[in-house]
Antibody, heavy 118, light 106 residues
Framework: EVQLVESGGDLVQPGGSLKLSCAAS????????VYWVRQASGKGLEWVGR??????????AYAASVKGRFTLSRDDSKNTAYLQMSSLKTEDTAVYYC?????????WGQGALVTVSS | IVLTQSPGTLSLSPGERATLSCRASQSVSSSYLAWYQQKPGQAPRLLIYGVSSRATGIPDRFSGSGSGTDFTLTISRLEPEDFAVYYC?????????FGQGTKVEI
């Protein structure tokens, strides 16, 4: 069974940092790109960024709203992708999802809640 | 690329046909346009990718069409479980973007 499990969501103060993890199982993680999407309460979906596989040089791309503050990485030996968030703002408060697609099938995690507040 | 979905809300009854629109601010090349369904408290679910290909397990009452800057998601006969919010997404150019969503309500 394919699973993506996010962890690391928390309450953090503005200007602080937080690292989310996305643990994968049930498929060949190392060959798959991973992307992150967030959703503020009652709002629409916002694409955060993606990291490609080793075969694609682990290339990353980011939304303009997070570029320079968020960093994507992955550890294929642990089947885990990471989203390092720094200089957090109140507007970064959202549920963060990781996802991956294999052919015609896409898998999503359950989401991790990040709250940025003083 | 900015994606604009219309209408914002679609009020229909079970058994009716739903037609959702997604317009892009510039051409979506290579047909990298997808549609998602999201229900409250759940992660989004991929319905359509590549403009018109159904994702795994998606019933054939869902269909996608279009090209260039204009795309459509059609639900031929609404089932009770289809009432949800639908988003289009382009993945032809980074940053990928989503439309603002269309709510299909009873």
């Amino acid at each position: 069974e394919v699973q993506l499990v996010e962890s690391g969501g928390d309450l953090v103060q503005p200007g602080g940092s937080l690292k989310l993890s996305c643990a994968a199982s049930g498929f060949t993680f190392s060959g798959s790109a991973v992307y992150w999407v967030r959703q503020a309460s009652g709002k629409g979906l916002e694409w955060v960024g993606r990291i490609r596989s080793k075969a694609n040089t682990y290339a990353t791309a980011y939304a303009a709203s997070v570029k320079g503050r968020f960093t994507l990485s992955r550890d294929d030996s642990k089947n885990t992708a990471y989203l390092q968030m720094s200089s957090l703002k109140t507007e970064d408060t959202a549920v963060y999802y990781c996802a991956t697609r294999t052919g015609a099938t896409e898998y999503w995690g359950q989401g991790a809640l990040v709250t940025v507040s003083s | 690329i900015v994606l604009t979905q219309s209408p914002g809300t679609l009020s229909l009854s079970p058994g009716e046909r739903a037609t959702l629109s997604c317009r892009a601010s510039q051409s979506v090349s290579s047909s990298y346009l997808a549609w998602y369904q999201q229900k409250p408290g759940q992660a989004p679910r991929l319905l359509i990718y590549g403009v018109s290909s159904r994702a795994t397990g998606i019933p054939d009452r869902f269909s996608g069409s279009g090209s260039g800057t204009d795309f459509t998601l059609t639900i031929s006969r609404l089932e009770p479980e289809d009432f949800a919010v639908y988003y289009c997404q382009q993945y032809t150019t980074s940053p990928w973007t989503f439309g603002q969503g269309t709510k299909v309500e009873i």
